[in-house]
């Protein structure tokens, strides 16, 4: 059976299309049971939309107060009954009302090696800083940016003529797998966080 997991996403959504390969691989022992976007176009619904996936725009332009979105957001992840909410892309902040109201434990993949290069363009930000190697995070979301206590990094070499176009596909080929690498171990009860250390049990 597996968990059921609610997927947040904002735009291109390949990580979705990542999760559901790996579902249908036998990788993940779950199944998406809604896919929730904040953008009317985001290629994501409409990934979920082929595979029969229910699959929802909720517009926060719609709602007077940014808690308003949110607790739909929250009704729509409880009466899919997930385990998982993994944001994918997900452009916006979630507040500290939906982290505190969410029934169930919040992921995030981030296209840098967290701490170093929170927020918008990681991949940017360590091509300009100068890193040799650069790499994505699979963490928990808590309330703050990108600050969440660490799943699992992956590491792609930095080369001298890399552009940002470059470099990012270099590392979105390793956040295809460590999302679902993460998810799995979730999903088999083998993550255990210990304050800020997530050790995985069996290792
Ligand atoms: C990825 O680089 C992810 O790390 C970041 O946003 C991007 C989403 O890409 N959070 P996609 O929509 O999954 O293709």
Not at 175 to 201: D, N, T
Request: aromatic fraction near 6%; charged fraction near 20%; glycine fraction near 8%.
């Amino acid at each position: 059976m597996g968990i059921r997991m609610a997927v947040l996403a904002s735009g291109r959504g390949s990580n979705l299309l990542a999760i559901m390969d790996s579902i249908a691989a036998g990788k993940i022992d779950g199944e998406i049971a809604v896919v929730l976007s904040d953008k009317a176009e985001a290629k994501a619904l409409e990934h979920a939309k082929n595979a029969g996936i229910p699959a929802y725009h909720v517009n926060p332009k719609a709602y007077e107060q940014k808690a308003d979105y949110e607790a739909e957001l929250l009704k729509l992840i409880k009466e899919a009954d997930c385990q998982l909410i993994c944001l994918a892309g997900y452009m916006r902040i979630l507040s500290p009302y939906f982290i505190g109201n969410a029934p169930c434990p919040v992921m995030n993949i981030h296209p840098a090696l967290l701490p170093s290069f929170p927020g918008l363009h990681g991949q940017r930000q360590a091509l300009e800083y100068g890193v040799k190697v650069a790499g994505c995070t699979v963490h928990f979301v808590d309330e703050g940016m990108d600050s969440g206590a660490i799943i699992l990094q992956k590491t792609v070499p930095v080369m001298d003529d890399d552009t940002e176009d470059t470099l990012s596909a270099r590392i979105l080929v390793q956040e295809h797998q460590a999302y679902s690498e993460a998810i799995q171990l979730f999903a088999q009860g083998r993550l255990e966080v210990c304050g800020r250390m997530v050790k995985v049990k069996g290792e």
